[in-house]
């Protein structure tokens, strides 16, 4: 099976702008989480969907928003870019709920 | 809240020694805990997870042992060589939301290296 993707893979931003990753799981899973990576703050959840509904949802200001299509393909935007939005954003997908969950390439987004 | 501590940030050994990386968590409804691996520039990559309801778990060069009382887990890498170079996280997860479904907390990931 194909692993997950992401697209795009690298990303220049302005401040104020908004911007849309998308995300398409490994096939048959319906399950997808997005985190975002910095170096000084690890690996942060953001929210959780399935079956096209978000589950979970982190710490996150409402700029953070996403969205799970009915092929289980995801997609997060973050509206009014800041600098510090500056990440690596990966995206995981599962089977099911509650199970082991499997690392997209990334995207990675820098806001100038 | 919810809050994975991981210790330590970096760790250095020698080729054939062995490494142990130790976590805590918070949450005692915690009941999954996974290790990844991070190579640089690439996606985390699960190495071995444990539920709660086994104390250790192993994977040739590869355990994790896990203490529910005390709310700490660790990872254990024996024999390292160069290629377990990488950067390590656990996690635990964490339910909740309106449907109680877990999410997982992220430790802040140990920089392991191993040299020849």
């Known amino acids: 099976k194909a692993g997950v993707t992401q697209t795009p893979r690298y990303l220049i931003k302005t401040r104020g702008q908004q911007v849309t990753l998308s995300c398409s799981p490994i096939?048959?899973?319906?399950?997808v989480s997005w985190y975002q990576q910095t170096p000084g703050q690890g690996l942060q959840f953001l929210f959780e969907?399935?079956?096209?509904?978000?589950?979970n949802k982190g710490n996150f200001p409402g700029r953070f928003s996403g969205r799970q299509f009915s092929n289980s393909r995801s997609e997060m935007n973050v509206s009014t870019l800041e600098l510090g939005d500056s990440a690596l954003y990966l995206c995981a997908s599962s089977p099911q709920v509650q199970e082991t969950q499997y690392f997209g390439p990334g995207t990675r987004l820098l806001v100038l | 809240g919810e809050n994975v501590e991981q210790h330590p940030s970096t760790l250095s050994v020698q080729e054939g020694d062995s490494a142990v990386i130790k976590c805590t968590y918070s949450?005692?409804?915690?009941?999954?805990f996974p290790w990844y691996k991070q190579e640089l520039g690439k996606r985390p990559q699960l190495i071995i997870d444990i539920r709660s309801n086994v104390g250790e778990k192993k994977d040739q060069r590869i355990a994790v042992t896990l203490n529910k009382t005390a709310k700490h887990f660790s990872l254990h890498i024996t024999e390292t060589q160069p290629e377990d170079s990488a950067v390590y996280f656990c996690a635990a997860s964490n339910p909740g939301g309106p449907y109680n479904t877990d999410k997982l907390i992220f430790g802040t990931g140990t920089r392991l290296q191993v040299f020849p």
């Open positions: 969907y399935f079956s096209e509904t978000q589950r």
């Open positions: 949450d005692s409804a915690s009941n999954y």
């Open positions: 096939s048959g899973h319906r399950s």
